[in-house]
């Protein structure tokens, strides 16, 4: 399979409503722009109509593939799973998007 020269980053990443909210898991090249597309309602869909914003777990991968597997892996996933996955990363569920505007 063919690879560019330098790995272009993609994320799996979830969010949150509110802490043990509702919970959106999807995949990105560019999590920033994804997440503001989110926030701002640009894409109609689940998260806009649950108020789906609060970014608060992400996965880094090098590999698209990698990441589609994993997302699809964790959308398959138990609720308490995910909660606890969270949790270990980020026990507040604080909202990680000030992490992606430094």
Known sequence: MWQPEFAMPYFVYMLASQRNGT??????????????????????GFTKKHGVKRLVWYEPH???LAAIARE????????AWKTAL???ANPEW??????LSR
């Open 72 to 79: 699809k892996a964790l959308k398959k996933w138990r609720r």
């Open 62 to 64: 090098d590999d698209v």
């Open 86 to 88: 969270i949790e270990d």
């Open 23 to 44: 919970l959106y898991v999807g995949v990105a090249n560019d999590l920033a722009r994804r997440v503001e597309e989110h926030l701002s309602g640009a894409v109609p």
């Open 94 to 99: 604080n909202d990680l998007r000030i992490i």
